[in-house]
């Protein structure tokens, strides 16, 4: 498996305002995921991360509101723009195993936005 | 479009056996998945299954797969405290990528 680190860990932050998160692998991976975990709820994928080009996201996500960055194989940073209180929630980095069977996450960033 | 369901509470003794279960409707997944959230943590991979396995097992963790039925369980035997948290049932219809997750199981163990 691979150990993953997010920063940071938890933020409050002010409404308008923009949070970027890292995500940090311990080992070259192809593919990094974005996910958001909205107070008691499930996970919601948000963007699949590839090295070298523009990140894929799902219906209901668009880039100018969550930019992605993937510059190199062990990194990758989500910027939650324009921030409002409906963006509170837990966000999620996980990757691609190396037989590419499952995903591993990282420990979560906790946003609470006022 | 695919749909992953489970319960959402389940209360157990300490030392019975857990079961946590979940169906999906995607017929094409290719591997089902457990994952653990303790409070204030991320997910935990417990087990996967390929979707050609009806039931793979790993020291105190079972889980039992009838595609027919579409349904998915875990069991966990001799519950612990420890195992309190919630569980998530995911598939993939991808192989490790587009995963579609349940609401998730909050598994609570009474001493």
């Known amino acids: 498996s691979a150990v993953i680190s997010q920063k940071p860990s938890r933020d409050i932050c002010q409404r308008g305002t923009s949070l970027t998160i890292q995500c940090q692998v311990d080992?070259?991976?192809?593919?990094m995921f974005w996910y958001r975990q909205q107070p008691g709820q499930s996970l919601t994928l948000i963007a699949t991360?590839?090295?070298?080009?523009?990140?894929?996201?799902e219906s209901g996500f668009v880039i100018d509101k969550f930019p992605i960055s993937r510059p190199n194989l062990t990194f990758s940073t989500l910027t939650v723009s324009n921030m409002s209180p409906e963006d509170s929630s837990i966000y999620l980095c996980s990757v691609l195993g190396r037989g590419q069977e499952t995903q591993y996450f990282g420990p979560g960033t906790r946003l609470l936005v006022l | 479009g695919e749909d992953v369901e489970q319960s959402l509470f389940l209360s157990v003794r300490e030392g019975d056996s857990s079961v946590i279960n979940c169906t999906y409707t995607?017929?094409?997944?290719?591997?089902l998945y457990w994952y653990k959230q303790e409070p204030g943590a991320g997910l935990q991979l417990l087990t996967y299954i390929f979707s050609n396995m009806d039931m793979k097992q790993d020291q105190r963790l079972t889980v039992l797969l009838n595609k027919k039925d579409k349904h998915l369980s875990l069991r966990i035997a001799d519950t612990q405290t420890g195992d309190s948290a919630i569980y998530f049932c995911?598939?993939?219809?991808?192989?490790?990528?587009?995963?579609?997750f349940g609401p998730g199981t909050r598994l609570s163990v009474l001493p």
């Open positions: 995911a598939e993939s219809r991808n192989y490790g990528q587009n995963f579609v």
């Open positions: 080992s070259q991976v192809t593919m």
């Open positions: 995607d017929s094409s997944s290719t591997y």
């Open positions: 991360a590839n090295q070298g080009s523009e990140a894929t996201y």
